[in-house]
């Protein structure tokens, strides 16, 4: 790998059986905070990737079902569907003293040439020099940086609305690790955005009152890869949330690199009551 990346401490497993896999809590955590859902997407990738080694990650499907501890170990348990010529698929456990906290479906893959191929166009929108650096710690893998388009302040607490759309620009130093460490820091990133991203056109109602005034959670996400994630690039987050209501929210997004190729769709449905 590259001499300035280092592999996040919570990207660090063990295995500790035939299919399972154990993750140390985050170094630095505060005490009764829950893990953060991008971390147990990510550690639900590379779990998934080094029982399935000959495969590529190709997609995954995960269900919060409730949330983890961050004084303790993760156990993640994997129950192996197929593996064929062309694809393999697994079912993934997040366990914690055997409380289950998410579960998900991870397909993996083979991957082949076009035969076919289009892709939406790319936001015509500033670039991550314009870009502004704001926001909490923790929304990206520990060593990423995050800039947000046009300073949208999702976390202050002003009452500014505009539409339900966020565009963040996400990158991560160079390394020459496996492709499936990069989808992970990737997928870390795809999952703190999109509640913020819902509430924005409403007054009154703000991230900063998650977890406050505001009950808010990570219902289910998906991730679904389709092209190779660099390392060392600038890679464009555009999200929106076409719906909200009924104490629910939708949320999706569009990873792109900066030359407009596609590389990951992600999509959330989260509590905002």
Request: charged share 20%; with cysteine; net charge negative.
């Amino acid at each position: 790998m590259a001499a300035d990346f280092v592999v996040p401490e919570s990207f660090v497993f063990e295995r500790v059986g035939e299919h399972r896999y154990r993750f140390d809590a985050v170094a630095g955590a505060d005490p009764g905070y829950v893990i953060f859902g991008g971390q147990l997407l990510a550690q639900m990738l590379l779990a998934s990737a080094a029982s399935v080694p000959a495969k590529a990650l190709k997609s995954i499907q995960a269900l919060f079902v409730r949330g983890g501890d961050v004084s303790e170990a993760v156990d993640i348990e994997l129950e192996p569907l197929h593996n064929g010529r062309s694809f393999a698929s697994v079912n993934v456990a997040v366990r914690q003293s055997e409380r289950l906290c998410a579960t998900a479906l991870v397909l993996l893959h083979a991957p082949e040439d076009d035969g076919i191929r289009h892709v939406p166009p790319m936001p015509d929108i500033e670039g991550p020099e314009r870009a502004v650096r704001l926001g909490p710690p923790g929304l990206v893998a520990p060593g990423a940086e995050y800039r947000v388009v046009g300073g949208i302040d999702l976390w202050g607490e002003g009452d500014e609305t505009g539409p339900p759309e966020l565009s963040v620009w996400v990158r991560w130093p160079p390394n020459r690790a496996p492709l499936a460490l990069n989808q992970a820091m990737l997928a870390f990133a795809t999952d703190g955005f999109l509640i913020g991203t819902a509430m924005r056109p409403h007054e009154g109602v703000g991230q900063h009152l998650a977890h406050a005034r505001v009950a808010t959670g990570v219902l289910s996400h998906a991730v679904y890869f389709h092209d190779p994630v660099p390392s060392g690039e600038w890679l464009l987050l555009a999200q929106a949330s076409p719906f909200a209501g009924g104490a629910r929210a939708l949320g999706e997004g569009r990873v792109f690199r900066e030359d407009g190729r596609l590389v990951a769709t992600f999509v959330q449905e989260s509590l905002i009551r």
